[in-house]
C-alpha cells in the first residue's frame, strides 16, 4: 500500500523560507511521478505547484518558478520541495502526491495522480 507523509510546514514571513519533505512508503519515489499541489481556503485541492518525474526532470508553476525547487532524496525515498522567497500569497496547505504512470501533458493535473499525503500547513505572514 502506498503513503504519503508530507512535513516542514509551519508560520514565517515574507522572504523566507521553508523546505517540505514528502516521504514515501510502498513505492520508489524514483520511478513514480512526484507532484506538488496546494489549497487555499475556499479553493480546490488541485492548484499546481510543480512535479519531478521519474527521469529526475521538474516542472515548476510559472508563479513559483524561480523560488521553488523539487528534489529527490532517494536514500530516504522522499521528495523535497525546497521554497524560497515566500511570499503572503503561498499561504496554503501543501499536498504530495504520486502516481507510477502519467500521460503527456498532464503532470500539473491533480486529476492524474492516484496517491496523496495528507497534507501540511504553509503560513505566510506580510
Known amino acids: 500500500q502506498v503513503r504519503l507523509a508530507e512535513s516542514g510546514g509551519g508560520s514565517v514571513q515574507a522572504g523566507g523560507s521553508l523546505r517540505l519533505s514528502c516521504e514515501a512508503s510502498g513505492s520508489p519515489v524514483k520511478d513514480y511521478c512526484m507532484g506538488w499541489f496546494r489549497q487555499t481556503p475556499g479553493k480546490e485541492r488541485g492548484e499546481r505547484v510543480g512535479f519531478i518525474d521519474s527521469d529526475g526532470s521538474a516542472k515548476y508553476a510559472e508563479n513559483v518558478k524561480g523560488r521553488f525547487t523539487i528534489s529527490q532524496d532517494n536514500a530516504k525515498n522522499a521528495v523535497n520541495l525546497q521554497m524560497n522567497n515566500l511570499e503572503p500569497e503561498d499561504t496554503a496547505v501543501y499536498y504530495c502526491?504520486?502516481?507510477?504512470?502519467?500521460?503527456?501533458?498532464?503532470?500539473?493535473?491533480?486529476?492524474?495522480?492516484?496517491?496523496w499525503g495528507q497534507g501540511t500547513q504553509v503560513t505566510v505572514s506580510s
Open positions: 502526491a504520486s502516481t507510477p504512470d502519467v500521460n503527456f501533458g498532464q503532470h500539473f493535473d491533480p486529476r492524474a495522480y492516484k496517491y
